[in-house]
């Protein structure tokens, strides 16, 4: 089996897509230097480069590092919580939801122990931070789950400052009560701002309606309910193309942003019923850290009577640009700052393109009536982030170079929703997207269905590129309907890396691939 175009000097990998298929079914756990120490059995094959290789340990090895180690223990098991006004039996983070959050400064060693006390085999993801490849929590790809009852330790230099989190990487788990914030704190950053605030926002169903796992059965068995997944899509040709993508002013996501009817939103763990009151002094200036946790909403986020400077996106710094109200899609993160007025004033997020309550926690500088739940503020109608608004830092900014390697991923269901589906392929049947360390590689995303997808990347940050990129650095970007997205991605960081929808439901059945350093 021959597989060319892997050298640093050819654009473009051709294989067969049979020669792909097979080394899709072995890439997972046949990785040269792997933790099972495996070698590829066909010496024709590419090598590819394993979370256990000599190539990851030398780059964390060369991590700028304070000599700091934060430790923590993260346990994962059942759990009782009072969501404020009703109590659920779920599964989370040592026992609240959201977890612990977790601090740490750039360039400081993390070391936390994983305690699985869960029934069913489980692991830590780290989103969005650019760690060694061996700790970055896939199952099968880059360690062994933790079966329950064992623990794993993980251990990693968090190189980038920013806002991240953390989620269980097994099943449909991520749509439980598991997830913690994790903030990496830039030592150089002036920190303009009196108080910092995250706000993890979730859409709940577990021990209140049908759990994720009954969920995604359901889905399997009946798909969307008769919402055709764009079977046949492939021969609408040039529609792929489209710019724009279908959304419309009203509802940029496009008409359909959700499959799951969640029957509870949260901001911090808390339904509006008895929400999370900030308290601050009128004209204090707040840095919110917005974390979309959900495992199918997106969020429109707002706070009433605020403008909200948005001063980074997945924990990365962009030039501040000052709107009413944005969307944050599942995985993505928005850092703001905010100039507190005084009373108290709703901090909103309202499910969007998707019928249900919205979330409400309470931004108080002075006595006063709390905002009523459910009564939203105009903000919500107001300027719209979008994307072509922001712009990258100095610092943040990638510098130009010419694309050594493109990639497409083409985003397409079947079977009226029952797979989803990257360049025609579920999961299972993935052709692995091979990239050479030191390439620029250029993915471009095609979007072939009617519904938005949070496309994510591990160990790594694009930057959107391609017509109306404005080069911003981001691990999640929403693709609308319809719509292509170019990102490029400077490959630096080697190993066997995820990417996928950050819609749990469409990543568990089948839209995942493998952005896979070969040499
Ligand atoms: Cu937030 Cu593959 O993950
Ligand atoms: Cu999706």
């Not at 997972?28 to 340990?57: E, F, H, I, K, M």
């Not at 439901?505 to 839209?511: D, N």
Request: charged share 20%.
């Amino acid at each position: 089996m021959t597989v060319r175009g892997l050298g640093p000097s050819s654009r473009q990998p051709t294989l067969s897509r049979r020669q792909v298929v097979q080394l899709g079914a072995i890439g997972a756990v046949a990785v040269a230097g792997s933790y099972a120490g495996v070698r590829l059995l066909d010496a024709s094959s590419p090598t590819l480069v394993g979370p256990g290789s000599r190539a990851v340990r030398e780059v964390e090895a060369a991590r700028a590092t304070t000599g700091n180690v934060v430790t923590r223990t993260v346990t994962a098991g059942p759990a009782t919580v009072d969501l404020g006004g009703r109590v659920v039996s779920t599964w989370a983070y040592d026992a609240t939801v959201p977890g612990p959050e977790i601090r740490m400064t750039a360039g400081d060693q993390l070391q936390v122990r994983l305690v699985n006390d869960l029934p069913e085999a489980t692991t830590v993801h780290w989103h969005g931070v650019a760690l060694r490849n061996d700790m970055d929590g896939v199952p099968d790809l880059t360690m062994p789950a933790v079966a329950p009852g064992g623990t794993f330790d993980y251990a990693f230099v968090a190189p980038d400052p920013g806002t991240y989190w953390l989620h269980p990487h097994a099943g449909i788990q991520l749509d439980y009560g598991m997830q913690s914030a994790l903030v990496v704190e830039d030592p150089d950053e002036p920190g303009a701002y009196q108080q910092e605030v995250v706000l993890v926002l979730d859409d709940w169903t577990d021990g209140w309606g049908a759990s994720p796992t009954e969920i995604l059965a359901g889905l399997v068995r009946d798909g969307m309910g008769g919402m055709d997944g764009m079977d046949g899509m492939d021969g609408m040709g040039g529609m792929g193309g489209a710019m724009m993508g279908s959304g419309s002013a009203s509802q940029p996501l496009g008409a359909d942003a959700g499959d799951v009817a969640h029957p509870a939103h949260l901001i911090n763990g808390r339904l509006p019923s008895d929400p999370v009151t900030v308290t601050a002094v009128p004209g204090d200036r707040i840095r919110f850290r917005v974390i979309n946790a959900a495992g199918d909403t997106a969020y429109r986020f707002a706070i009433g009577g605020h403008r909200l400077s948005v001063t980074h996106t997945d924990g990365t710094a962009v030039e501040p640009y000052e709107v009413d109200t944005l969307i944050v899609g599942m995985g993505e993160r928005y850092d703001v700052v905010v100039s507190v007025g005084d009373g108290a004033f709703p901090i909103v997020a309202v499910p969007e393109s998707k019928a249900g309550p919205s979330a409400l926690a309470v931004l108080r500088s002075a006595s006063g009536d709390a905002p009523t739940p459910g009564r939203l503020p105009a903000e919500l109608g107001g300027q719209l982030l979008s994307y072509g608004n922001l712009r990258p830092t100095a610092e943040t900014a990638f510098e130009s170079r010419a694309i050594d390697r493109e990639l497409p991923l083409v985003l397409s269901s079947r079977d009226g929703g029952r797979q989803w589906l990257i360049n025609g392929a579920t999961f299972a049947d993935r052709e692995p997207l091979y990239v050479a360390a030191g390439e620029r590689v250029r993915l471009t995303i095609v979007n072939r269905s009617m519904m938005f997808h949070p496309v994510h990347l591990h160990g790594h940050t694009f930057a959107l590129a391609g017509r109306g990129g404005t080069g911003i650095r981001k691990d999640t970007v929403n693709v609308l309907p319809m719509q292509t997205v170019s990102l490029d991605v400077q490959a630096d960081n080697p190993g066997q890396w995820m990417t996928h929808c950050h819609n749990a439901y469409h990543a568990e059945l089948g839209m995942m691939s493998v952005v896979s350093y070969a040499v």
